[in-house]
């Protein structure tokens, strides 16, 4: 089933500025949709979940958009599908299972929860037909692509990651945990969120999230997927934004020293959602990259 989601620009999602995500949009559930009309929304059955995703463009050069944690397509990003050139790219924006619109089923965080996403993203991908793919990752939505091109070469054209990272410190261990209660967010934060999840999922999720990401801590050298970058053969461009107050420097450092081939931007005034608040400037990269 693919609906058009109705509304212009403006009536994209409502706001949500937060410490965690600052000038992340939300949508009101439902057909009160924010993006502009040539943006298409289904699911499909994959791995025995239906995926949720957005869809726009015609262009020849197919990118995924994958989200980090807690998000989804439309609210993490906007600004990409109204604005990436819909003559060169076909976008896709998926809801990992959990997220979004791909709920049921609940999202839970075994330790493979990562491995399982690059498989859903690569088999969501064959699903729709599309042979070869870049990839636009997030955060952990960065992580994701990661593994996807590391485990999937021959699906991958290029890779964008921002905001990942391949291990997990003490000093981000800290970190997580300063995000586990969202009762303690900003109700700026929050609210979105809680409308698009409701409280009680929202807090739970978040709770099981920092409790999956922590689990990585425990494993050699704290890897999440470090061991796996040594295998990324596509070209990758890793941005980080110098100001990003939730994943440190040193992890777009070591991502670059261990993609082989790979290029590292810097943007000075970038924080943790750099594609949202400067937006047109890292569109324009990444077109520039892709092409
Ligand atoms: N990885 C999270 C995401 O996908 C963001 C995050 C990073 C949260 C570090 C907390 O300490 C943290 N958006």
Redesign the pocket.
């Known amino acids: 089933m693919a609906a058009a989601l109705g509304g212009r620009g403006a009536r994209r999602l409502r706001l949500l500025l937060s410490a965690?995500?600052p000038g992340i949009r939300v949508p009101r559930p439902g057909p009160a949709a924010a993006l502009s009309s040539s943006v298409t929304s289904a699911r499909v059955a994959v791995n025995g979940v239906h995926l949720h995703y957005l869809r726009t463009g015609d262009g020849e050069h197919v990118v995924l958009l994958l989200p980090?944690?807690l998000?989804s397509g439309e609210t993490d990003f906007g600004p990409q599908i109204e604005n990436l050139s819909k003559k060169l790219f076909t976008v896709v924006a998926w809801d990992p299972r959990g997220y979004g619109l791909s709920r049921p089923p609940d999202r839970d965080f075994p330790v493979e929860f990562f491995e399982r996403d690059a498989k859903d993203a690569v088999d969501l991908m064959k699903a729709l037909k599309f042979k070869k793919v870049s990839l636009l990752g997030?955060?952990?939505?960065g992580i994701t692509a990661l593994i996807a091109a590391a485990r999937y070469p021959s699906c991958i054209h290029k890779m964008v990651i921002w905001?990942a990272?391949a291990y997990v410190t003490d000093q981000?261990e800290e970190?997580?945990q300063?995000?586990r209660d969202v009762s303690q967010w900003s109700e700026r934060t929050r609210k979105p969120l809680e409308a698009l999840y409701g409280f009680n999922y929202l807090a739970r999720t978040c709770e099981k999230w920092v409790d999956g990401i922590k689990q990585f801590k425990h494993l050699p050298d704290g890897s999440i997927c470090r061991h796996l970058l040594p295998l990324v053969q596509c070209p990758t461009l890793i941005v980080h934004g110098e100001k990003d107050p939730?994943?440190p420097r040193f992890h777009a450092d070591f991502i670059h020293r261990h993609v082989r081939g790979s290029r590292l931007h810097l943007m000075p005034e970038g924080k943790?959602n750099l594609h949202l608040r400067f937006a047109d400037e890292f569109n324009k990269l990444v077109e520039d990259f892709l092409q």
């Open positions: 965690l995500k980090g944690m998000g997030w955060s952990d939505g905001g990272n981000d970190l997580y300063g995000i939730l994943v943790h």
